[in-house]
Nanobody, 117 residues
Framework: QVQLVESGGGLVQPGGSLKLSCTAS????????MRWYRQAPGKEREWVAT????????DYADAVKGRFTISRDNSKNTVYLQMNSLEAEDTAIYYC??????????WGQGTQVTVSS
């Protein structure tokens, strides 16, 4: 079965950096775009970034553009989110996501990122 396992979250001061990882299994990872989402307390889950199957194309939400970088290593079935210049507003649970078809969407369990001094 499809599994997505995130890691790398934690507590960081404003202006700091974190790198999240999501390791996938149960499907042919290299064939699918991968996405990161986040959900802050009391808010809807929002899309953060997407990387194409081969890794050459990326897209970002305006709120993170220029600060976050999504990448992937298909040899390791892993997608990454490098987060720099973190702000308090980036505090959220970050989720890895893959859509394999109509009504076939999968989420990881999430990893908590807290930006605070």
């Amino acid at each position: 079965q499809v599994q997505l396992v995130e890691s790398g979250g934690g507590l960081v001061q404003p202006g700091g950096s974190l790198k999240l990882s999501c390791t996938a299994s149960g499907f042919t990872f290299r064939n699918y775009p991968m996405r990161w989402y986040r959900q802050a307390p009391g808010k809807e889950r929002e899309w953060v970034a997407t990387v194409s199957p081969g890794g050459s194309n990326t897209d970002y939400a305006d709120a993170v553009k220029g600060r976050f970088t999504i990448s992937r290593d298909n040899s390791k079935n892993t997608v990454y989110l490098q987060m720099n210049s973190l702000e308090a507003e980036d505090t959220a649970i970050y989720y890895c996501n893959v859509v394999r078809g109509v009504a076939s969407q999968y989420w990881g369990q999430g990893t908590q990122v807290t930006v605070s001094s």
